[in-house]
Nanobody
Framework: QVQLVESGGGLVQAGGSLRLSCTAS??????????MGWFRQAPGKEREFVAA????????YYADSVKGRFTISRDNPESTGQLQMNNLKPEDTAVYYC?????????????????WGPGTQVTVAS
């Protein structure tokens, strides 16, 4: 089993920055070489893919809406993942979820992930 816990959400003004973190636990996370990702869900909208990174960190995917503003990274010795969010916009307001999956990270771009954190709220004020 894999447990994921997000942190770092909050309220920020438009144009500001936030850094989300995700801490993973469970032997399966390390032994399976899992990719990590981030999804978000805004009120009244469907959940959407944001970004993903493979185990080595050598491959990443981003949603078009966040390219050039968000950066995904990970620290495998610490079993953590990060999402640096810059130039935030009100439309980035959502609950952000950390995910992990042993399949190729392209799977996450299709909206699928085996493990999910409980989510952290990000609110961007205009």
């Amino acid at each position: 089993q894999v447990q994921l816990v997000e942190s770092g959400g909050g309220l920020v003004q438009a144009g500001g920055s936030l850094r989300l973190s995700c801490t993973a636990s469970g032997r399966t996370f390390r032994t399976s070489g899992m990719g990590m990702g981030w999804f978000r869900q805004a009120p009244g909208k469907e959940r959407e893919f944001v970004a993903a990174i493979n185990w080595s960190g050598g491959s990443t995917y981003y949603a078009d809406s966040v390219k050039g503003r968000f950066t995904i990274s990970r620290d495998n010795p610490e079993s953590t993942g990060q999402l640096q969010m810059n130039n935030l916009k009100p439309e980035d307001t959502a609950v952000y979820y950390c995910t992990a999956d042993a399949r190729p990270i392209a799977t996450m771009t299709l909206g699928r992930a085996d493990y999910w954190g409980p989510g952290t709220q990000v609110t961007v004020a205009s």
